[in-house]
T-cell receptor, first 112, second 116 residues
Framework: GENVEQHPSTLSVQEGDSAVIKCTYSDSASNYFPWYKQELGKRPQLIIDIRSNVGEKKDQRIAVTLNKTAKHFSLHITETQPEDSAVYFCAAYYNQGGKLIFGQGTELSVKP | KAGVTQTPRYLIKTRGQQVTLSCSPISGHRSVSWYQQTPGQGLQFLFEYFSETQRNKGNFPGRFSGRQFSNSRSEMNVSTLELGDSALYLC???????????????FGPGTRLTVL
């Protein structure tokens, strides 16, 4: 069925460290994988996305990798800052249903 | 361009009542999706509208319905409210394409619904 598993559910790092969040999807036909950041009381905002014809994408301190064979994709944040603290959601686009299925979210806390 | 807007921002209802929420997409966007966000279930897809037609639907009961108007504005309706319907309801708009090309979804601020 349609499912996206996201781990860990909470992540605490020291400022300057790296953070990695991992997701697994179930539909091999999925071709679009966005990552959203949601700060407390605010709307989710796209931070980076990747399509299935690309294995890795980077935007400054943020990178996403995709392993289609294993149906895994991961978010990497380097040199974390306190303002990176938020809930991060991964998602996979299911072509059959034409919808985005979200992971359960990871609450990232960056301690100064 | 103005972002996605939703009204009202907060709503308190009692069990058994019905509610209508509104979403205005970014100008030019024809696809509007609705999601329910709760602490326990995360973000769950409700349905998606494109050019006034419901293209996709999630696994929610028939009490949840929606529609889209010719100007792409969308409404969702929940009838016979239950306590478990308390949630943040988010809509998102995108420019085009699905299912051939899926583009970034831009979220609105949400409507916080509380059912007493």
């Amino acid at each position: 069925g349609e499912n996206v598993e996201q781990h860990p559910s909470t992540l605490s790092v020291q400022e300057g460290d790296s953070a990695v969040i991992k997701c697994t999807y179930s539909d091999s036909a999925s071709n679009y994988f966005p990552w959203y950041k949601q700060e407390l009381g605010k709307r989710p905002q796209l931070i980076i996305d990747i399509r299935s014809n690309v294995g890795e994408k980077k935007d400054q301190r943020i990178a996403v990798t995709l392993n289609k064979t294993a149906k895994h994709f991961s978010l990497h944040i380097t040199e974390t800052q306190p303002e990176d603290s938020a809930v991060y959601f991964c998602a996979a686009y299911y072509n059959q249903g034409g919808k985005l299925i979200f992971g359960q979210g990871t609450e990232l806390s960056v301690k100064p | 361009k103005a972002g996605v807007t939703q009204t009202p921002r907060y709503l308190i209802k009692t069990r058994g009542q019905q509610v209508t929420l509104s979403c205005s997409p970014i100008s030019g966007h024809r696809s509007v999706s609705w999601y329910q966000q709760t602490p326990g279930q995360g973000l769950q897809f409700l349905f998606e509208y494109f050019s006034e037609t419901q293209r996709n639907k999630g696994n929610f009961p028939g009490r949840f319905s929606g529609r889209q108007f010719s100007n792409s504005r969308s409404e969702m309706n929940v009838s016979t409210l239950e306590l478990g319907d308390s949630a943040l309801y988010l809509c998102a708009s995108s420019s085009e394409g699905a299912p051939i090309i899926v583009n970034e979804q831009f979220f609105g601020p949400g409507t916080r619904l509380t059912v007493l």
